[in-house]
């Protein structure tokens, strides 16, 4: 099968300059990014805030240059051919505010449609027809001021679709949505992608749920590094082989989830405390290690109140890859 996006150790390195007599620091954005994406896949980049997924989807619509290595989009590379690149592609920002408040929905789409130079009655009838299936129909003639938040990103999305593109590029689309918009947008994508064999989407995001719903394949980046990449079935499969278990327990006294990590067939260990208990997560070796777990804290004059093994997440393999899950990893800013 043919590949849509190809990339070659892609790095990029931003200096970031400090004080007259400091030298400039250096940030790393990516780090020797190898990727694949086949013709007609939607594509899922898991990762946290700042992980380097929106970095690399700015190289790949020729927004931004790589310090280092080599993209392929559509067949084309991005250093030799980015004019070549870019008529047949799209992206779309989630939280961006494009277009003109004082336009109405259609005018700010059939105005974007020029720049790509579709005919206005091919515009007008493909503008009519997404904003139907995104449930803005009836929102044609109403100035985008007017619209909310929520209405203003389906137009945003519209706006992706509507120059039927070899590749898509959405970043974190549903960001900022309430549960029902989002549920439509993700409808909308998986359609899409369904329908029009061929065309190609990558989404980034940072929802779990979103990615396992969505993709055919999942790269999980963290730290401008790709650290696995595989349909979400077969990295949730890779850890079947741990037994993992939820615990709501009394608090730690004083403990803290270390003293756990230290014991034999203790993989990862996470901790969310709330008022008057714990909530600990394990991923185990074995089930045979929830024995010296639960003696530790007996030993520790901690109790279980509630104790659950369950089915691996995308989030218990971020966990296992990162040793950290992705809310802990954008509060430390990892």
Not at 62 to 80: K, Y
Not at 142 to 167: A, C, Y
Request: proline share 3%; net charge negative; hydrophobic share 40%.
């Amino acid at each position: 099968m043919q590949q849509a996006i190809f990339t070659k150790k892609l790095s990029r390195i931003y200096k970031l300059r400090g004080g007259k007599k400091t030298e400039p620091k250096e940030l790393i954005a990516l780090k020797d990014v190898d990727l694949e994406v086949k013709q007609g896949e939607l594509f899922g980049l898991l990762g946290p805030n700042g992980a380097g997924k929106t970095t690399l989807i700015k190289i790949l619509t020729t927004l931004l240059a790589p310090s280092s290595g080599e993209a392929w989009v559509a067949g084309h590379n991005l250093s030799t051919d980015p004019d070549r690149v870019r008529p047949l592609i799209n992206m779309v920002s989630g939280g961006e505010s494009s277009g003109y408040g004082l336009l109405t929905v259609r005018e700010n789409l059939w105005m974007f449609a020029q720049f790509y130079g579709i005919p206005s009655q091919v515009a007008n009838q493909r503008i009519k027809d997404l904003l139907e299936v995104v449930g803005l129909g009836d929102r044609l003639n109403t100035k985008s001021s007017d619209l909310s938040t929520g209405l203003r990103q389906k137009m945003n999305i519209v706006r992706g679709f509507l120059t039927d593109p070899e590749v898509l590029f959405l970043d974190e689309p549903t960001l900022g949505l309430d549960v029902g918009a989002s549920r439509d947008v993700r409808r909308f994508i998986r359609s899409w992608v369904d329908q029009n064999e061929g065309k190609t989407l990558l989404l980034t995001t940072h929802y779990m749920v979103e990615a396992d719903e969505l993709c055919d394949r999942v790269a999980i980046i963290n730290n401008g590094q790709v650290l696995a990449c595989d349909t979400p079935a077969r990295l949730k499969r890779d850890l079947q082989k741990d037994a993992i278990f939820r615990m709501e327990v009394s608090p730690l006294n004083g403990a803290g989830a270390g003293v756990f990590e230290r014991l034999s067939g203790v993989r990862k260990v996470t901790h969310e405390a709330k008022d008057g208990s714990s909530t600990l997560e394990f991923i185990l070796a074995e089930e045979d290690a929830l024995g010296a777990v639960v003696n530790t804290m007996t030993q520790q004059d901690i109790h279980i109140l509630n104790l659950q093994k369950r089915e691996p997440t995308l989030e218990d393999v971020f966990v296992s890859l990162t040793g950290k899950s992705m809310a802990e990893v954008e509060k430390s800013g990892d």
